[in-house]
Structure formats: C-alpha cells, structure tokens
C-alpha cells in the first residue's frame, strides 16, 4: 500500500532551514557576549592601570610553531623594536634557555624570571636562515602605553555606548 504523501512536506524543509538558521545566528550573537568583561568598566580600568605601573615588557607578539616559538608582531617604538628584533624571527634560546620545543607559556615564564631579577634580556633568532644574538632591555609601561591598553580593553570587552561618552555639542 502506497503511503499518502502529506501536503506541507514541501513546506517543512524550507522552514527548518530557516529555524537553523535562526538558533545558529543567535549561538554565534550569544558566543560575542561571552568574551565581554563582566567587572565596571571604572573598576576595570583601576586593575588594567595597577597591575602595569612599573611592570617591565619587551613588546612583542609570540606564535607558536611547530615545534618551537616565532615572532608574530613587534609593537612599535617598545625595546624589541629597540633591539632590532623582527616579526618572523625564530626563537631559539632566550636567557640561556632552549626555547626551539617551547610554548607561549615557557616564554611567559622565562620573561617573568628576568623580570623578577634584572631588566636584561638575550635572544638568539634564527632570522632568514641565519642566526643572530639580540640584547633587549625591558622597560616598565609608559603611562601613554597603559592608557592604550586600558582604551583598548575597555572598547573590546565592554558595552561602551555613545551615551556614555559625554556629550561635545554646544
């Protein structure tokens, strides 16, 4: 016996099409409000600035490779660019330490250590196949640096509206 066809079938698969596509743009709208910062943007701002007043940096973007660690970006104007350190220079070794199986995390480590004892920093890069020694001094944040980063936080994980900016008209 023939089953009778049911009438809205054709109609059912369009609309589903369109329910997934709705819950799916809803998952991805609610995933964004998963990376904002639930902390007032003032108390924010206090925490950003307290914890960078005099903390040394080098100015760099690190990337991991496989094996082994890269350089992504050089902040301008910071001590890598200083010392001549350049986006795509390898690393092989900082501060007497192999870093050519490393993470993020082991260098994190290594320039929390130098932080901690002395402001000096030696690299050996592997830049265009040749291996170069790079001397860094790091420097504490300027407070021009750490009111970009606080800007910067507070624009990326806050809902800063143009309400809240106060009002330039005359």
Known sequence: MASAKDPNQNMRSPLIKIVVAVVSIAVVAFADDTKKCNTPP?????????MLAGRLYLGVEIGNLTPGLIVK??????P?????LKAGDKLIAVN?????????????????????THRHLW?????????KKIDVMME?????????IVTQHLSE???????AAPDSRP
Request: proline content about 3%.
């Open 42 to 50: 003032d108390e924010c701002a206090r925490q950003i600035r307290q």
């Open 73 to 78: 970006t050089v902040v301008p104007d910071s």
């Open 80 to 84: 890598a660019e200083h010392a001549d």
């Open 96 to 116: 007497g330490h192999r870093t050519t199986e490393a993470s993020i995390k082991d260098f994190k480590q290594i320039l929390d250590e130098v932080g901690r």
């Open 123 to 131: 690299m050996l890069v592997q830049r265009r196949g040749a291996f």
């Open 140 to 148: 504490p944040y300027s407070r021009v640096q750490i009111e970009r």
């Open 157 to 163: 994980a806050h809902s800063v509206t143009a309400s």
